[in-house]
């Protein structure tokens, strides 16, 4: 069990009630570290009994060393050791619920046979129908197959499920969609299409997730072309998009125009190739993408193809060389690689008040106390810091407002608006280096991505439905 530093763990102990008294093991638990912040009894007795103690630490460290005290104590049995995360998981965090109930026979002719006949002719007859008379029209497929889950790499399907039940959770609740986790117990690009197309009469969308590079390229463009329902990578788009929401703020703080700034993307991997189209689509002209290779430019060919592409697309001086020598003169980093690739003389050597989004996770490229003062506005992917740039930002409203408006595909243009939708929440009186982007919380966000997202999705002809709050308007 791996516990995380400033967590919390329950200890189920029974007690002797003759041998030991509660205030000692309290007294123990406390010299060895650890403070209980709630106590639950789950079975009292006269001579003894059961309780739970919910109990903080400040290392995981001290859970082995607390625990074996514990142990030691006479009158005491340890029965087990928790981390609450751990709990919060058994037996997954999402479940399927009936939305009518059924009490009589009447009920179960019509939810089922022979009632239900009628519905799948109708159907079968107008195969539109499935969004309305099923649960397709708000129903979204997340689709896995672990191979680069976020901070853990390739851990396989089984391990990637925790994650994926988390994203479905995080659409529920924010948006009010349902989506059910499916991870694919394959890496061959084409049986991952075949299988997503067979799934696709169940489902309104597919957000596809933690699928390594380079075959997330082409397993989104294929099922895009291949399927009538929005398809979304959402380790690309969604990060593109929340990362301009902050850059388009960011902008305001130290007034640049994005026609006139120089990018430097480090990590050209799924989500540095989206960013940097959505920058591109968004203005900016001067974008350098630099990998382990060093600048990616159009005198090499390299064997990923997608490099290439990146290549023609970017770098109009044909820049060369390592990091530290093109970020020279830039006015914004963009960091989606790993820790510790960003130097303090590297941000020095930037124009004047530089923006850096350092957003590799769990570890940015560089921290806030190492880049210091020389940095005027700096995010990361991280809740501990200020401008935390989180994809749940993004992704909920962009599906809200694809469902609604029944979209064939989320377009360039509406993840465009969903990033200004974001980037709006933030009033001009709010505006400040330590505030670029709202709160994951705010409850302002999905409705005003929704709202951009229907919009742009009607005004481009991609919608095929027009909500009804959308209807009459000038």
């Given amino acids: 069990m791996r516990l995380e530093s400033g967590t919390s763990v329950i200890m189920r102990v029974e007690m002797d009630k003759q041998a030991v008294t509660f205030g000692e093991l309290v007294s123990l638990i406390g010299q060895q570290g650890g403070d209980i912040v709630a106590i639950d009894v ?14 903080s630490v400040a290392e995981p460290s001290v859970i082995g060393s607390l625990s074996d005290a514990v142990k030691a104590m006479k009158g005491i049995h340890l029965v087990n050791v928790s981390d609450r995360t751990f709990l919060l998981h058994l037996g997954g965090k999402i479940q399927v619920r009936s ?7 009447d009920d179960l002719s019509r939810v089922y046979t022979p009632g239900v006949a009628n519905v799948c002719l109708a159907i079968r007859d107008d195969v539109n129908k499935s969004h309305s008379l099923t649960i397709r029209r708000n129903t979204v497929a997340v689709v896995s197959d672990g191979t680069a889950v976020l901070g853990l790499g390739d851990i396989g399907p089984h391990a990637a499920m925790p994650v994926m039940e988390g994203k479905a959770m995080l659409f529920k609740e924010l948006a009010g969609v349902d989506a059910f986790p499916i991870c694919l117990d394959t890496k061959d690009t084409e049986e991952i299409i075949a299988i997503v197309k067979a799934l696709a009469p169940t489902f309104g969308g597919i957000n596809l997730e933690d699928i390594s590079s380079p075959r997330c390229f082409e397993i989104e463009r294929r099922l895009k072309e291949e399927l009538d329902i929005p398809v979304f990578h959402d380790d690309q788009h969604g990060t593109a998009v929340v990362l301009l929401a902050g850059l388009i703020n960011a902008l305001k703080i130290v007034d640049k125009s994005i026609s006139d700034i120089k990018v430097v993307v480090c990590g050209v991997g799924a989500a540095g190739f989206a960013c940097s189209r959505m920058l591109l689509a968004a203005g900016v002209s001067r974008l350098i993408g630099v990998d382990k290779c060093g600048a990616i430019h159009r005198d090499e060919r390299y064997d990923n193809e997608a490099w290439n592409e990146f290549a023609r697309l970017t770098n109009p001086d044909n820049e060369k060389g390592s990091l530290s020598e093109v970020i020279a003169g ?3 980093f963009i960091g989606l690689s790993r820790p510790k690739l960003l130097s303090n003389a590297d941000v020095r050597s930037m124009n004047a008040d530089p923006i850096v989004f350092a957003m590799a996770n769990p570890d940015p490229e560089i921290t806030p106390d190492e880049a210091g003062d020389a940095v005027r506005v700096f995010a990361t992917g991280r809740s501990d810091y200020p401008n935390q740039l989180n994809n749940v930002l993004a992704f909920p409203g962009i599906f809200r407002g694809a469902l609604d408006a029944r979209a064939r595909t989320i377009s360039e243009s509406m993840k465009l608006a969903a990033a200004h939708a974001i980037a709006s929440i933030v009033t001009p009186e709010e505006l400040n280096e330590e505030y670029i982007i709202p709160s994951v919380f705010n409850d302002k966000v999905v409705p005003a991505v929704r709202r951009a997202v229907v919009q742009e999705a009607i005004g481009s002809g991609v919608a095929r439905k027009v909500p009804s709050d959308f209807r009459n308007l000038d």
């Fill in 99 to 105: 939305k009518v109930p059924i009490k009589n026979r």
């Fill in 330 to 332: 830039a006015d914004v």
């Fill in 42 to 55: 789950i079975q009292p007795g006269r001579k003894t009994e059961i309780r739970d103690l919910t109990v």
